[in-house]
């Protein structure tokens, strides 16, 4: 058995035809360091909240049957729940076939779309090996369905993508970005209050210049941004700014309610949807959106 430690706090997409062994590979009996139930989007428990599990016996064996005009829901449901777990910073399992590139591609860009970090887990297994895990199951899939998934299953990606089997043991290492020897100092609800964010960081000792990418402390000290950065005071594009250039320089942030609405107006702007909010949140969307598209991409 090999062991696998991955990263919390990202997108794992599963990729491998039925009866590869997808979902037993996310089941762990290791409840503090395992994969927990509810890090786990699965496409078929979707499918089956949705239209429950019909049956068919042929030849004494029984197959699943599903509604494949449900699949549209299905991926929508997923898309939203996935959308909202992005935004939780949230550890992720994608169980679904995810058989070639085309259909990662989907999940690695809106993983990228809130600076999630995606990784294909691929199952490592071949069409023999699958016809006989399928042949045990209780319910089974004919084996023309197997043969043709098989056909457009890619065993390796252009995305990041680590090879994994039915033996990998999959632990989660947590993650601790904050040095607890470090000296932090902790701000938060600027809410576009740049100036007087400024006064408060060079009372505290820090030196900044946006201009020269400076942000650093002489004695080696941190802040921590805990959210809500933006709305409400004048300067929520510069406050973007200045907590960007302090993530670059080793400090750290936490995004907050705030930051998450202006996140969703411009998905909503992207979509061609209306943003929604109050004046504040509103005037904020309005700002960013006149930056050009790099720096709306790097802030």
Same mark, same amino acid.
């Given at each position: 058995?090999?062991?696998?430690?991955?990263?919390?706090?990202?997108?794992?997409?599963?990729?491998?035809?039925?009866?590869?062994?997808?979902?037993?590979?996310?089941?762990?009996?290791?409840?503090?360091?395992?994969?927990?139930?509810?890090?786990?989007?699965?496409?078929?428990?979707?499918?089956?909240?949705?239209?429950?599990?019909?049956?068919?016996?042929?030849?004494?064996?029984?197959?699943?049957?599903?509604?494949?005009?449900?699949? #549209?829901?299905?991926? +929508?449901?997923?898309?939203?729940?996935?959308? &909202? @777990?992005?935004?939780?910073? $949230?550890?992720? !399992?994608? /169980?679904?076939?995810?058989?070639?590139?085309?259909?990662?591609?989907?999940?690695?860009?809106?993983?990228?779309?809130?600076?999630?970090?995606?990784?294909?887990?691929?199952?490592?297994?071949?069409?023999?090996?699958?016809?006989?895990?399928?042949?045990?199951?209780?319910?089974?899939?004919?084996?023309?369905?197997?043969?043709?998934?098989?056909?457009?299953?890619?065993?390796?990606?252009?995305?990041?993508?680590?090879?994994?089997?039915?033996?990998?043991?999959?632990?989660?290492?947590?993650?601790?970005?904050?040095?607890?020897?470090?000296?932090?100092?902790?701000?938060?609800?600027?809410?576009?209050?740049?100036?007087?964010?400024?006064?408060?960081?060079?009372?505290?000792?820090?030196? #900044?210049?946006?201009? +020269?990418?400076?942000?650093?402390?002489?004695? &080696? @000290?941190?802040?921590?941004? $805990?959210?809500? !950065?933006? /709305?409400?005071?004048?300067?929520?594009?510069?406050?973007?700014?200045?907590?960007?250039?302090?993530?670059?320089?080793?400090?750290?942030?936490?995004?907050?309610?705030?930051?998450?609405?202006?996140?969703?107006?411009?998905?909503?702007?992207?979509?061609?949807?209306?943003?929604?909010?109050?004046?504040?949140?509103?005037?904020?969307?309005?700002?960013?959106?006149?930056?050009?598209?790099?720096?709306?991409?790097?802030?």
């Amino acid at each position: 058995m090999s062991d696998l430690i991955l990263n919390s706090g990202k997108l794992y997409i599963m990729s491998g035809i039925p009866a590869s062994g997808k979902s037993s590979l996310l089941k762990t009996e290791d409840f503090e360091f395992g994969i927990q139930s509810d890090m786990i989007v699965s496409s078929d428990a979707i499918r089956k909240q949705i239209l429950g599990l019909s049956t068919t016996m042929v030849e004494d064996t029984v197959s699943e049957t599903y509604s494949e005009s449900a699949n #549209i829901s299905v991926f +929508k449901i997923i898309e939203l729940i996935l959308k &909202e @777990r992005f935004r939780n910073g $949230l550890t992720t !399992f994608f /169980d679904a076939t995810n058989v070639d590139d085309k259909t990662r591609a989907v999940y690695v860009n809106l993983a990228k779309k809130y600076n999630i970090e995606s990784t294909i887990l691929i199952m490592d297994t071949d069409i023999e090996k699958c016809r006989m895990n399928n042949s045990q199951r209780a319910h089974r899939l004919k084996d023309y369905v197997l043969d043709k998934m098989y056909e457009k299953f890619m065993p390796e990606s252009k995305y990041n993508y680590i090879k994994v089997n039915q033996d990998t043991s999959i632990r989660l290492k947590v993650n601790q970005e904050i040095d607890s020897s470090v000296s932090l100092d902790i701000i938060g609800d600027t809410h576009g209050l740049f100036d007087k964010t400024l006064a408060l960081l060079s009372n505290l000792g820090y030196v #900044i210049d946006l201009s +020269k990418n400076l942000f650093h402390h002489p004695e &080696e @000290r941190k802040v921590l941004f $805990l959210g809500d !950065f933006v /709305d409400r005071g004048e300067k929520s594009i510069d406050m973007l700014r200045l907590v960007n250039l302090a993530i670059k320089k080793g400090h750290y942030s936490i995004i907050g309610n705030h930051e998450y609405k202006l996140l969703r107006n411009y998905e909503l702007f992207l979509n061609n949807e209306i943003p929604k909010g109050s004046d504040a949140v509103l005037e904020t969307v309005l700002d960013f959106m006149k930056l050009k598209q790099n720096e709306r991409s790097e802030l």
